[in-house]
């Protein structure tokens, strides 16, 4: 990837109420983007580590997770 080139931004939204902790979009993510809280069991999402693939909103068995485009972010280098 160019160093500076622009990727779409999303949101990650969980709605906790639908979130039932199975933990499935955390094993579907390829890029460790979702790792389950020590404290809840609920997703926590590292934005650094995202690729807005959408594997995890696809695979939430309840619907919990929703990914919004919210504009452009430029891309960094990872090492």
Do not use: K, Y
Not at 1 to 19: E, K, W
Not at 21 to 41: F, H, I, K, Q, T
């Amino acid at each position: 990837m160019a160093h500076n080139a622009a990727i779409p931004a999303v949101a990650f939204r969980l709605d906790a109420g639908q979130c039932v902790g199975c933990a499935v979009c955390a094993d579907a993510c390829p890029e460790r983007a979702l790792v389950m809280g020590s404290s809840e069991l609920r997703p926590v999402w590292i934005a650094a580590r995202c690729t807005n693939c959408g594997i995890c909103e696809a695979e939430c068995p309840t619907a919990a997770i929703r990914l919004a485009f919210s504009g452009l972010r430029r891309a960094t280098a990872r090492s």
